[in-house]
């Protein structure tokens, strides 16, 4: 990428709050080592450990759970967007702007017909949910709706650094895209597998966006503070994703779609 004057001064411009780039000061890990320390969080407190997507992964749901977790996850994937979007408002640079509405994009898409959304809704009515029960979100578990909220406002209400670093769940999201790629057509054969595009895509997606935010973050978080804030960060997305399900398995023994 050729480097602009204005993008050069926006670059070396420091964080509200933050220590000058390029002094790390004292306690504070080389990237590589603040690079272990986030991925060892996330594969510790990733939500592929929790009950509710091992029962998932091991065919063991009732069609009446799935629908009642696609219902749910729509909430979250509607809302990605918008925590995107407060992200973007927080971006300097025009080359990290451009880079992070194509994340927008990908759920929004470019037209009605190409977006997550729109395969998310498709994966809805292949376990049997109509599009306006989604939309409409009336099988919205409340403590879903805390947890996903509160994402978004994590990331409307902190920097860069904590917003950006909350996204690296990412880094363990196209693993999980794969396993249920791979277990969904051998436990629950009466999904359509055109239903299943949705996790398709996020495989290579998830691997740009994951190594995108590990690269700025790793940039960003010089000194020891802004490294713990962006494992704290880290750390507060993983109980979002774990609550979430959480949330689920709860409700699905009371009611069900
Ligand atoms: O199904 C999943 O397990 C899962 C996990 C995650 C994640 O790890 O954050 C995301 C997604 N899916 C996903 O589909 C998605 O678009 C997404 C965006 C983000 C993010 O934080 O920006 N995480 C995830």
Redesign the pocket.
């Known amino acids: 990428m050729t480097t602009t004057g204005f993008e050069t001064a926006l670059a070396t411009r420091p964080e509200p709050g933050g220590a000058d780039p390029g002094s790390p000061g004292l306690g504070a890990w080389d990237e590589e080592q603040l690079e272990a320390r986030l991925r060892e969080l996330a594969t510790a407190r990733?939500?592929?450990r929790h009950p509710f997507?091992r029962r998932m992964h091991q065919g063991e749901l009732s069609p009446a759970e799935l629908r009642l977790w696609v219902a749910n996850?729509f909430y979250?994937?509607c809302n990605?967007p918008i925590?995107?979007a407060h992200i973007l408002a927080k971006l300097h640079l025009p080359a990290q702007r451009r880079s992070w509405l194509r994340?927008i994009q990908?759920?929004d898409g470019l037209t009605d017909q190409d977006g997550?959304l729109e395969k998310w809704l498709r994966l809805g009515e292949a376990v049997g949910l109509a599009r306006h029960e989604l939309l409409t979100h009336r099988h919205l578990l409340p403590g879903v709706r805390l947890a996903v909220d509160g994402?978004v406002n994590f990331c409307r209400n902190n920097d860069r650094l904590e917003a950006v670093a909350?996204?690296l769940?990412?880094l363990?999201?196209p693993s999980?895209?794969l396993t249920?790629l791979e277990t969904f057509p051998l436990h629950y054969p009466w999904i359509d597998s055109a239903g299943l595009s949705?996790f398709r895509g996020?495989v290579p997606?998830?691997r740009r966006?994951g190594s995108e935010a590990l690269a700025w973050v790793k940039e960003w978080a010089v000194s020891r503070d802004q490294q713990d804030r962006a494992l704290a960060a880290l750390s507060f997305?993983c109980d979002v994703?774990w609550s979430l399900l959480d949330s689920v398995q709860g409700a699905e023994r009371r009611e069900t779609p």
Do not use: F
């Open positions: 990733y939500h592929d997507n996850r979250y994937q990605i925590k995107d994340r990908d759920h997550g994402y909350s996204s769940t990412e363990c999201a999980i895209m249920r949705y996020r997606q998830g966006d997305k994703l």
